[in-house]
């Protein structure tokens, strides 16, 4: 018991019943799928993995959304913002310092800059009580604002060092993470870029997953259920909302690098229209309390999207506002919490001792409550 | 009867703003020992929407300890006067003072802190948690470490441990009303405002919650009570204010206010 004992306290970080899946079942297929997740670029090889990558950076994305909108009910557009801006700073240092130091050195500068960027913006929204849409108005219009404010930088005076902001043509040239000192240092492409987004992948959930677990997560779901409420038991509304939002603006800014570092190219196009859309259709597909139904919709609709795109079309936005359409009207909840409810009443019914094969850890029910 | 001779209560009570407030609004008819204290004080309060004014230049107060109920028609501004209390409304003019301390610009958050507790109108638990989880969010903002037994008694308190894993849409009424006095108890709070505790509830369930007032007001709370219903403010109160278009109307013992023509004519309709 004593061995065990330690699994399970450590497993009670993670759980609780703001997310899906706290049973050992659960965890079994967490571990499992990890490992095939892992081992993919064996069998897909270092070009596949590369561009399989990309999903990977999406659906941290997409976790950094569902994080402050579907747990704290800030629905943001400008998730994409601080993307942006993580990317265009990862960009902009690189270039200047095109160095395993330098490059080092942009990660931190520039996931800094997104989370100074989310901060600011959050400040002025929440502590100048805009609350409910309009918190999705001026997200928008932000979006809006940097996509046509980076669209004109294509003259030659738009550069900052030696890092041209390129306007419409976007940045290119910025270089692949690498960490390392000299001799050491390895630069991470294909498969080992893979690796390197599915580890920072794993790591956010994780941590998301304690801190909606744990008090701080009460209080986030609580403001999503009645602002008012939370605050007359003596939170700081303000202060969690802010802080919310700029841990998923630090997270969207960690997604930004990674893109730009991807591409080794950054344009205009991440702060569009579609693009800022873009997380909250998987977000509202994968449903939108559910970290991870989130990630998981966010990889599952960008590689149905890539391959018919592949096929030659350009209908693939077409199809996927589609399925919003139909998730949004048949299940409001997402596809990922729909189907685990459906397999827990399933397991129940089966399952002749009553057995809960998510019993939380921690709390008193017996239901995912807030799923 | 002045504040200053009664320091040994409240340490706040030395404050400039704190003293004399008592000489200035002293309503005759309630019962101020020296042995009481103020917990609660308005001066001059007012809140106009516009052109209406809801809550005029009113002066009122209560002691600690006190049960004390505000009664009056729709809109003669009592769940306005204890959203201002709360911080829920910015006031337009006028100081509020909570246990000597002038709180009128203080956050929401911040008067909970300092001990006003609410139970607004309109039920307000988190429905799909259970009743459990409903009184851990109250506590686990102060309380560090395991929760459980704090929040064994604070069901215990108000009769609903037998329903902790209930989810909390599950729970009739009543129950969602003392699940909700609950939680705001158990930020221990010293004083309690509750806005109509009882509407729409059976008579069962009104002397539950009656009872339960009661009890919190003998372990020290002072509350405020927003009520319709007269007779539940018999059972639970000595000391009414009835309010009208804004203004304190009268104030003093139930007996006389039940019995004051003016107040029927106005808000009992004759009864």
């Known amino acids: 018991m004593s061995e065990k004992g330690f699994v399970e306290r450590f497993r009670s970080c993670f759980e609780g019943p703001n997310t899906i899946g706290n049973s050992r079942g659960f965890w079994v297929g967490f571990i499992a799928a990890l490992t095939i997740a892992f081992a993919y670029p064996l069998s897909a090889g270092g070009y596949q993995s590369g561009i399989t990558a990309l999903f990977l950076v999406y659906a941290i994305l997409a976790l950094s959304l569902s994080f402050v909108w579907g747990y704290s009910g800030v629905l943001s557009f400008g998730q994409v913002v601080f993307f942006g801006f993580g990317g265009y700073t990862f960009g902009i240092v690189t270039l200047n310092f095109d160095s395993t130091i330098g490059i080092m050195a942009a990660i931190p500068i520039a996931v800094a800059i997104a989370t100074l960027v989310a901060f600011g913006l959050g400040y002025f929204m929440f502590y100048g009580r805009v609350t409910g849409v309009f918190v ?44 390392g000192i000299r001799n050491t240092s390895i630069a991470f492409s294909g498969e080992t870029f893979y690796w390197l987004c599915l580890i ?21 779901v609580g403001i999503r259920e009645d602002e008012d409420r939370v605050e007359m038991l003596g939170y700081d509304v303000r202060r969690v909302k802010l802080t919310v939002f700029t841990i998923g603006g630090a997270l969207a800014g960690v997604a930004g690098v990674l893109y730009a570092s991807w591409g080794n190219y950054i344009d205009p196009t991440v702060f569009s229209l579609t693009f800022a859309t873009l997380p909250v259709i998987w977000v509202t597909v994968g449903g939108r309390e559910s970290l991870l139904g989130a990630g998981i919709a966010a990889v599952g609709i960008e590689w149905f999207r890539q391959q018919l795109s592949n096929l030659g079309s350009d209908y693939a936005l077409v199809v996927v506002g589609m399925l919003l359409l139909v998730v949004v009207l048949v299940l409001p909840e997402g596809i990922v919490p729909y ?5 827990v009443s399933v397991y129940r019914e089966y399952s002749d001792s009553g057995d809960d094969p998510d019993h939380p850890t921690r709390g008193s029910t017996q239901e995912e409550i807030i799923e | 009867m002045m504040s200053d001779t009664e320091t040994t209560t409240s340490t706040e009570d030395s404050k400039p703003s704190g003293s004399g407030l008592n000489v200035r609004k002293t309503p005759a008819n309630y019962a101020t020992g020296p042995d009481t204290d103020t917990i609660l ?5 007012t809140k106009k929407f516009g052109g209406l004014t809801a809550i005029d230049d009113i002066d009122f107060a209560i002691d600690e300890g006190e049960l004390r109920c505000l009664i009056g028609p729709n809109g003669a501004g009592k769940s306005t006067l204890l959203k201002l209390i709360t911080g829920r409304h910015e006031a337009t003019a006028g100081d509020i003072y909570f246990d000597g301390t002038e709180i009128t610009d203080l ?7 300092g001990g006003i507790g609410i139970k607004f109108q309109a039920p307000a638990v988190f429905e799909s948690l259970s009743a459990g989880e409903n009184v851990r969010m109250a506590l686990q903002r102060t309380d560090k470490g395991d929760l459980s037994d704090a929040i064994t008694s604070t069901l215990d308190r108000v009769g609903l441990v037998q329903q ?13 009303q003392r699940l909700e006095i609950g939680m705001a108890a158990a930020l221990s709070p010293s004083l309690l405002l509750l806005d109509e505790p009882v509407a729409g509830l059976s008579m069962e369930e009104r002397e539950e919650i009656a009872s339960l007032v009661t009890e919190l007001n003998d372990d020290g709370i002072s509350l405020i009570v927003i ?24 104030e003093g013992a139930i007996e006389e206010i039940r019995a004051d023509p003016e107040v029927r004519r106005i808000y009992l309709g004759g009864e």
Not at chain 2, 164 to 176: E, I, M, V, W, Y
Request: glycine share 10%; hydrophobic share 40%; proline share 1%.
């Open chain 2, 227 to 250: 009520e319709h219903d007269i007779e539940f403010v018999d059972r639970i109160a000595d000391q009414v204010t009835v309010l009208n278009q804004g203004e304190i109307f009268r």
């Open chain 2, 107 to 113: 956050g929401s958050h911040e008067r909970v802190r």
């Open chain 1, 339 to 343: 189907v685990h409810r459906k397999a």
């Open chain 1, 136 to 179: 999705a108005i001026i997200t928008l219009v932000t979006t809006i604002v940097m996509q046509t404010f980076m669209a004109q930088t294509a003259g030659s005076e738009w550069a900052i060092g030696d890092a041209r902001l390129g306007g419409f043509n976007g940045m290119t040239g910025i270089p692949d993470i690498a960490l």
């Open chain 2, 164 to 176: 902790r894993d209930t989810t909390a849409s599950d729970l009739s009424h009543g129950q969602q």
């Open chain 2, 41 to 45: 004080q308005t001066e001059g309060l």
């Open chain 1, 200 to 220: 920072l992948l794993v790591a956010s959930y994780m941590g998301l997953r304690a801190l909606t677990n744990g008090k701080f997560g009460y209080a986030m």
